[in-house]
Each structure stands twice: as C-alpha cells, then as structure tokens.
C-alpha cells in the first residue's frame, strides 16, 4: 500500500524560501507521476506541480519559475523548492501519486499535507 508524508512546512516572512519533502512508502517509482498540490483557506485545491519517472516536469503558469519539483526514485522522495514566497501562497501542501494505466487512474494517493504559513 502506498503511503506519503510530506514534511517541511511551517512559518516563513514573505521572500523567503522553504523546502518541502515528501516520503513515499511502499510505491513502485516508475509506476508513479509525482504532483504537489495545494489549499489555500476558504478556496479549493490547485495543481502546484507535476514530475513524471523520468524527471519531466510541469507547471501551471502561475507557479513558473518560483516553485522548482524534484524528485529521488532511488529514494522515493518528492521535494517543492519554494522560492520568493508571497502571503498569498499561504496554504496546505499535498503530496500526490498517480499510477496511470491505459489513460486512467489505476491508483491515486494523497498525502495528510504540510501547512505553510507566510507572514511578516
């Protein structure tokens, strides 16, 4: 069974950066796309961050640039390098696993998120 914790979140002043980490267990790598999402309060979750097997990455255009997804198969870490953080980007920040089969969801794992708080 496929389990994620994320990690890394907490209180930062707008500008500054923070690195979140998510620990996959029991997931096969390739068999996973990787994504980062988040919750802002009062609003609904959004797509942050995409990361294939093979290190291929995406982005939704208001996340270019500032936010940076990596990940370790060796491991089965996720990381979300946020940069020039903003009040805004205030939120809870899921990790996601996604196995793909035949052009749907075979399985989809989330994780209990990381609160990520910006403020002066």
């Known amino acids: 069974q496929v389990r994620l914790v994320e990690s890394g979140g907490g209180l930062v002043q707008p500008g500054g950066s923070l690195r979140l980490s998510c620990t996959a267990t029991g997931m096969i790598a390739e068999e996973y796309g990787m994504e980062w999402h988040r919750q802002a309060p009062g609003k609904g979750r959004e797509l942050v961050a995409h990361i294939t097997y093979d290190l291929g990455t995406w982005y939704p255009d208001s996340f270019k640039g500032r936010f940076t997804i990596s990940r370790d198969n060796a491991k089965n870490m996720i990381y979300l390098q946020m940069n020039n953080l903003e009040p805004e980007d205030t939120a809870v920040y899921y990790c996601?696993?996604?196995?793909?089969?035949?052009?749907?969801?075979?399985?989809?794992?989330w994780g209990q998120g990381t609160r990520v708080t910006v403020s002066s």
């Open positions: 996601n696993a996604k196995k793909m089969r035949y052009g749907a969801v075979a399985n989809e794992v």
